[in-house]
């Protein structure tokens, strides 16, 4: 079985749906994993995504921000999943695929002060990531064939970021987030499916701020959009697609969509 997955951040389904549509048109996902939809559940837009050829669907929502879904031509079955930090705040929504079972999260971004004592934000983020390592540790095992994917909030490696050196101290690379999502890697030895064909020497980005007004020009990324495998499936892997030039689409999300590739 060939299977094409994708993730993308969208920041609100309902204001970009068309773009949604274009990805699918363009790209053509067998399943498609959104975070911060920013929709309640009962009020995501399925027909269009249905005409669209993308018949199963599961929709994680809330209303006004966070939220996940899970588009897929395959059809999928749901799995439980925990509360992460007991907040119920629709981050993580879980599917089955045949054998495979894809996770899409949404981590926390954090706030701006990288102390947990001084952010709240930044304490539920350093929180959550534990819970993710913990919980994947207790109740799968690295044998398991499983996808995780989704905005993960944190830019992990040197070349993940515009500027490893002054990026430090900026929530999403500091050295505890990438330590902590380092454990969440160990829990089921998974293997970073988009560095399997770029190496780790070069520069790789999937979120530009807003705030650029150039983002183009300057180029200061960070690689927050993460695919990831466990060793059963990395033979598996085919291929692999940053879509830079959403982020120049009209209305565009500040994250573009991460595809890869796998023959299962």
């Given at each position: 079985?060939?299977?094409?997955?994708?993730?993308?951040?969208?920041?609100?389904?309902?204001?970009?749906?068309?773009?949604?549509?274009?990805?699918?048109?363009?790209?053509?996902?067998?399943?498609?994993?959104?975070?911060e939809?920013?929709?309640?559940?009962?009020?995501?837009?399925?027909?269009?995504?249905?005409?669209?050829?993308?018949?199963?669907?599961?929709?994680?929502?809330?209303?006004?921000?966070?939220?996940?879904?899970?588009?897929?031509?395959?059809?999928?079955?749901?799995?439980?999943?925990?509360?992460?930090?007991?907040?119920?705040?629709?981050?993580?929504?879980?599917?089955?695929?045949?054998g495979?079972?894809?996770?899409?999260?949404?981590?926390?971004?954090?706030?701006?002060?990288?102390?947990?004592?001084?952010?709240?934000k930044?304490?539920?983020?350093?929180?959550?990531?534990?819970?993710m390592?913990?919980?994947?540790?207790?109740?799968?095992?690295?044998?398991?064939?499983?996808?995780?994917?989704?905005?993960?909030?944190?830019?992990?490696?040197?070349?993940?970021?515009?500027?490893?050196?002054?990026?430090?101290?900026?929530?999403?690379?500091?050295?505890?987030?990438?330590?902590?999502?380092?454990?969440?890697?160990?829990?089921?030895?998974?293997?970073?499916?988009?560095?399997?064909?770029?190496?780790?020497?070069?520069?790789?980005?999937?979120?530009?701020?807003?705030?650029?007004?150039?983002?183009?020009?300057?180029?200061?990324?960070?690689?927050?959009?993460?695919?990831?495998?466990?060793?059963?499936?990395?033979?598996?892997?085919?291929?692999?697609?940053?879509?830079?030039?959403?982020?120049?689409?009209?209305?565009?999300?500040?994250?573009v969509?991460?595809?890869?590739d796998?023959?299962?």
């Open positions: 079985m060939r299977l094409r997955v994708t993730t993308w951040n969208i920041n609100s389904v309902r204001l970009r749906q068309e773009l949604v549509l274009k990805l699918l048109a363009d790209t053509k996902p067998d399943v498609l994993s959104l975070q939809i920013k929709v309640m559940t009962d009020l995501f837009p399925h027909d269009p995504f249905e005409q669209a050829g993308y018949k199963h669907r599961a929709v994680l929502g809330m209303k006004g921000y966070n939220g996940v879904a899970i588009l897929s031509k395959k059809p999928i079955e749901r799995v439980d999943g925990p509360d992460w930090c007991k907040k119920g705040d629709s981050r993580h929504l879980t599917v089955r695929i045949g495979v079972e894809l996770h899409n999260f949404y981590v926390p971004a954090g706030g701006d002060i990288p102390d947990p004592k001084q952010n709240p930044f304490a539920h983020k350093l929180a959550f990531v534990d819970e390592a913990a919980w994947f540790k207790s109740n799968r095992k690295p044998k398991d064939p499983m996808i995780l994917l989704g905005d993960l909030n944190i830019a992990p490696l040197e070349h993940d970021v515009w500027s490893h050196k002054q990026l430090l101290d900026v929530v999403s690379h500091t050295p505890i987030e990438v330590e902590k999502l380092g454990y969440v890697q160990k829990s089921s030895e998974w293997v970073d499916a988009v560095r399997h064909f770029v190496p780790e020497d070069q520069k790789l980005y999937s979120w530009w701020s807003y705030r650029a007004r150039d983002w183009l020009l300057s180029d200061r990324g960070r690689r927050l959009d993460h695919i990831w495998v466990t060793t059963p499936l990395k033979r598996s892997l085919k291929g692999y697609s940053v879509l830079k030039d959403a982020r120049g689409w009209e209305r565009s999300s500040d994250h969509p991460v595809t890869v796998l023959a299962l």
